[in-house]
């Protein structure tokens, strides 16, 4: 039994590390947009090691007949890349090396410029691109390990295709056949004896400017841990979609080549393997990708809630997606379902929303939730605290559980909102850290210049803390504002909206001054609201710094100070809340002189309490006193009991299985 505990522990958090990069995406179709452009938006989630933090530029360039593309593996950690004909952002800088390509590819005459991180964002012509990583059936290791065969992840392949497209369509196809050529492999795979599958896979939203189309992209390994197997498809203009580590592509027509594109023989591995048989469809063109290929944990699956855990870390995030950007579609989804490849009744891909009712403002304002308001809600109940925090961090390894897995999250290095807007102004909106204590900045797509300093600067990373790095200023309040979350994450909140509303009115007036000149010197309009978008990013993070240092003075201690004058503090703002003093497990209203002194177990003293209530006709009074005392009384035989208890060989590994002595 006891071996079979410490399994449990280890796939617990073995599973915990796959889906700890597990990322969101958002898609909104151009007829449902505000803007009447399609939106993707992303939540980097990089989970416990570091990222590198920089948003980094990587210009437009020709290249000479015959040039050479490298395939590379990028790193999620600092430096993500050295190379200096990528970028001069790229460079080499103190004792970095240059990146070794795992292969080549031909490379074209010219490519784009684009805004890029781990993956590729957002390219001058508005291809828009946002990633979350899925489970799937099968793994792929790069060449690179002595088992992998492959040549292509989808950091680079994110990147090949804004270098290489103005549209969505050709962004999919590009990719794919990329990954079929050289084989796709996931940073998530784990190892051949372990494999990952519920990190093995990756999903893309792409939309595009030219055309205005929005499609959806999943990618996995291929037969035999090589090549690729693809599929994409073209997303409705009034729907949105919502990506949370699973698949969502369901029934392809694969007949519909203006909807639906994929990689040769797609359903073939799936019939070979039974994953899929044609007799589960209606009619011989169609096959259902998701049910195909998505992970479907086995019953003796180590950790046991496995399936719970992926079931509902995808689904309650797309209900909620649904939910808030379309409302009325939303109600009709029941948040209780979970979202697995065989769930009878699935979610849909994706849902329709009222002619222009999405905002970029609604999206981002999406990318700040913990589910608040519903039974959901992760700034309630005692793992928020006493202060309402919805962070959840990870569990001790004997532990089998699971947290409700927030759209915001602690863990988040950055966020965007890709609004791909036509004429060359698609706007990259940019947060840094967890979304709900950033102010989304807009970038501009067809930027002629990289960002501030502050945004690609070598003088701080993740592990080295700077005032010269944009990042940290985000990050600083946000661990800030753990002491107590409910009050300062709501002024934090409120500066942000401020700022977000100052950007929006003044990328306004940043076009009306642009438009005057944009026909006749394009080039001189776009230089000018580089130096507009970028002027003001600087200008909010040396606020931001400010702001940060006003919060550390402000909420120094369990008072708020506002001066140094006699009455320039307000005292007890941060009182423990009654719910959370009355908790016998926190030892409040227990407390004696002869014990308890740290609480007893709530359930413990729920007993206690039943038990004096019982006796007939006993006044309130005496009842609360025979229950403490009746406490008092469990503590001591609790502390005898754990004195004589037999030692075990470490802690008890307790989980969904019984602990043995």
Not at 12 to 39: M, N, R, W, Y
Not at 138 to 153: H, I, M, Q
Not at 514 to 532: H, I, K, Q
Request: aromatic share 12%.
């Amino acid at each position: 039994m006891r071996s079979l505990v410490v399994a449990a522990a280890a796939a617990a958090f073995a599973l915990h590390a796959e889906v700890g990069q597990a990322c969101t995406l958002i898609g909104v179709g151009k007829d449902a947009s505000a803007s009447g452009a399609p939106l993707v938006a992303h939540t980097e989630d990089s989970g416990g090691q570091t990222n590198d933090i920089r948003l980094t530029r990587v210009p437009r360039r020709k290249w000479p007949k015959g040039s050479q593309r490298p395939l590379y593996k990028v790193t999620a950690w600092y430096p993500r890349l050295v190379d200096a004909e990528r970028s001069p952002e790229y460079a080499p800088v103190g004792d970095q090396v240059p990146s070794v390509p795992l292969g080549y590819i031909p490379q074209v005459e010219e490519t784009w410029g684009y805004w890029d991180m781990d993956y590729g964002a957002q390219n001058e012509w508005g291809v828009s691109i946002g990633e979350s990583t899925c489970t799937a059936m099968t793994v792929g290791w790069p060449s690179d390990l002595p088992y992998g065969y492959n040549k292509v992840g989808i950091e680079e392949m994110s990147k090949i295709a804004l270098e290489r497209c103005k549209t969505a369509r050709c962004a999919a196809q590009t990719m794919g056949d990329i990954a079929v050529e050289h084989g796709f492999f996931s940073s998530d795979s784990a190892t051949p004896d372990k494999p990952g599958y519920s990190g093995s896979s990756e999903c893309l939203g792409i939309a595009d400017a030219s055309t205005g189309e929005l499609w959806n992209f999943h990618v996995l390994t291929g037969r035999n841990n090589a090549s690729a197997i693809w599929a994409a498809q073209r997303m409705p203009s009034d729907h949105v979609i919502a990506v949370g580590n699973s698949f969502t592509i369901r029934k392809m027509n694969l007949r519909d080549p203006d909807n639906f594109l994929y990689s040769p023989g797609v359903s073939e591995l799936a019939e070979e393997k039974g994953w899929w048989s044609p007799e589960l469809e209606s009619s011989p063109d169609v096959f259902d990708f998701y049910y195909a290929y998505g992970y479907t944990p086995p019953a003796d699956v180590q950790p046991p809630n496995m399936a719970s855990t992926l079931g509902y870390y995808s689904s309650r995030r797309m209900w909620r997606i649904f939910s808030l950007l379309s409302p009325e579609e939303g109600a009709k989804l029941d948040p209780e379902k979970g979202n697995l490849p065989h769930q009878k009744d699935p979610y849909p891909s994706s849902v329709p929303a009222p002619k222009g009712s999405v905002s970029v403002k609604m999206v981002s304002d999406v990318l700040k939730d913990h589910y608040e308001g519903t039974p959901y809600d992760l700034t309630v109940g005692m793992a928020a605290g006493p202060f309402g925090s919805p962070n959840r961090g990870p569990g001790d390894k004997g532990v089998v559980g699971q947290w409700e897995r927030a759209i915001s999250m602690y863990r988040t290095t950055w966020s965007f909102v890709n609004e791909a807007k036509p004429d060359r102004l698609s706007i990259l909106w940019f947060g840094l850290d967890s979304p709900h204590g950033t102010a989304y900045l807009p970038f501009y797509g067809a930027a002629t210049t990289g960002g501030p300093e502050s945004y690609h600067s070598h003088e701080g990373t993740m592990s080295k803390f700077s005032t010269k790095v944009a990042w940290w200023s985000f990050n600083l309040i946000n661990q800030y504002t753990q002491l107590n979350f409910g009050l300062i994450n709501k002024e934090v909140k409120a500066k942000a909206a401020a700022v977000e509303a100052k950007s929006r009115a003044m990328v306004q007036e940043w076009e009306r001054e642009a438009a005057l000149s944009m026909e006749a010197n394009p080039d001189g309009a776009m230089a000018m609201l580089t130096e507009r978008s970028n002027g003001w990013a600087t200008e909010v993070v040396g606020h931001w710094w400010e702001f940060a240092w006003h919060l550390v003075a402000k909420y120094r201690s369990f008072d708020v100070t506002y001066n140094d004058s006699e009455t320039g503090f307000t005292a007890g703002v941060y009182a423990y809340p009654a719910w959370w003093l009355k908790s016998a497990d926190v030892g409040f209203t227990t407390w004696t002189n002869k014990g308890p002194y740290h609480g007893v177990p709530d359930s413990v003293a729920a007993a206690a309490i039943q038990d004096a209530a019982l006796q007939p006709g006993v006044p309130v009074t005496v009842v609360a006193a025979g229950a403490l005392a009746s406490l008092v009384a469990i503590f001591v035989a609790f502390q005898a009991g754990k004195a004589v208890a037999p030692a075990r060989d470490g802690p008890a590994q307790c989980g969904y299985v019984t602990c043995d002595a």
